[in-house]
């Protein structure tokens, strides 16, 4: 297994994930995390709100961009923090495209800035934020520091 480095990023790397969200997502999700709202789980529910039908869990479909983000940096760096804003229901059947860039590369701090966002098939931005990633300093690294 390759362990990924500060050095080896540039400004613009990218990769992508994506995934047809089904029912059974759904509501493995909404087992595994005890989240339960109704909106996700309960169809006469969801008919009588603004969604009209059941939708995927923000968080689901946050779960979708990590997977692209780990393509990009796993492994090597650790997750320091996610920011993410949900812009528009995810619905079962729709299926996410993930993408994740690079926007800052900052070598003192050994620390990535990456761009994330979500699209449905329809190319409508689900979801957007960002995700900052730390790498450790290499064995070698440590070793010459002492």
């Known amino acids: 297994m ?55 869990h923000g968080l689901l479909i946050a779960g979708v961009m990590s997977s692209a983000l780990t ?27 993930a993408e994740v860039e690079v926007k800052e590369v900052d070598l003192e701090k050994r620390v990535l800035i990456i761009r994330t966002v979500v699209r449905n098939q329809n190319g409508v931005m689900v979801l957007d934020g960002s995700a900052v990633e730390k790498f450790p300093k290499a064995a070698r690294e440590e070793k010459d520091a002492r």
């Open 2 to 56: 390759n362990v990924k480095r500060i050095n080896d990023f540039k400004i613009g790397d990218k990769e992508f994930f994506s995934k047809t969200i089904s029912e059974s997502d759904v509501y493995l999700y909404a087992g595994v995390t005890g989240d339960l709202a109704p909106h996700h789980v309960n169809a006469d529910y969801a008919k009588g709100t603004r969604f009209q039908e059941r939708i995927a």
């Open 71 to 97: 393509k990009l940096v796993a492994p090597g760096a650790v997750t320091l923090s996610h920011e993410v804003f949900f812009l528009a229901p995810v619905y079962f059947g729709d299926t996410v495209y």
